[in-house]
């Protein structure tokens, strides 16, 4: 059962931590809706390795509505974390799902982009695995944007539709 984006985002509330998915699984399409929420938001954390394409939520006008956590400067972010609109926090890449699993950056709502699902039920979470599986396993809430161009990658990248409190196509 698919959502639209103004639903699924409404698992979003001020004060959140939000982790994004990244480099080429960027979920621009709900980054796009996630602003049009901003009159509903305040202090929204968004957390992020490399994100590509426009995020919208960097820009000037969403300032006290996200506070964009970079964990690593990115060319999208990289004008919001120069003019001190957006944190960037040095950390090891392989540090990164330590911090969600020891509760010392917990996520509240993690949004992923991922292939449709398959017969059984499972999706991918494609081309960009990283800190996203650490981020989906210790997310209070899951919502999946979902992308019939994401390649399906096997291993630890998989994701059953049942742990997504939303998916979006």
């Given amino acids: 059962h698919y959502s639209s984006p103004k639903e699924?985002?409404?698992i979003i509330a001020s004060g959140h931590r939000v982790f994004?998915?990244?480099s080429a699984q960027t979920p621009?399409?709900?980054m796009k809706h996630l602003a049009a929420e901003a009159h509903r938001l305040r202090n929204v954390e968004l957390v992020n390795i490399t994100v590509y394409g426009d995020m919208v939520v960097d820009k000037p006008e969403y300032a006290g509505h996200f506070n964009i956590n970079s964990l690593f400067v990115s060319a999208s972010i990289?004008?919001?974390v120069k003019e001190g609109r957006?944190?960037?926090?040095?950390?090891f890449?392989?540090?990164i799902p330590e911090l969600f699993?020891?509760?010392i950056l917990p996520i509240d709502v993690a949004i992923v982009h991922v292939s449709v699902p398959d017969r059984h039920g499972y999706c991918s979470l494609g081309v960009s695995v990283d800190i996203a599986r650490s981020a989906v396993n210790t997310a209070r809430f899951v919502i999946a944007q979902v992308n019939p161009n994401v390649p399906r990658t096997h291993g630890d990248g998989?994701?059953?539709v049942n742990r997504f409190s939303a998916m979006v196509y």
């Fill in 8 to 10: 699924a985002l409404a």
């Fill in 20 to 22: 994004i998915h990244g």
């Fill in 86 to 91: 957006a944190d960037y926090v040095p950390v």
């Fill in 158 to 160: 998989m994701i059953h």
């Fill in 78 to 80: 990289r004008e919001a």
């Fill in 93 to 95: 890449l392989s540090e």
């Fill in 101 to 103: 699993k020891q509760g």
């Fill in 28 to 30: 621009s399409f709900m």
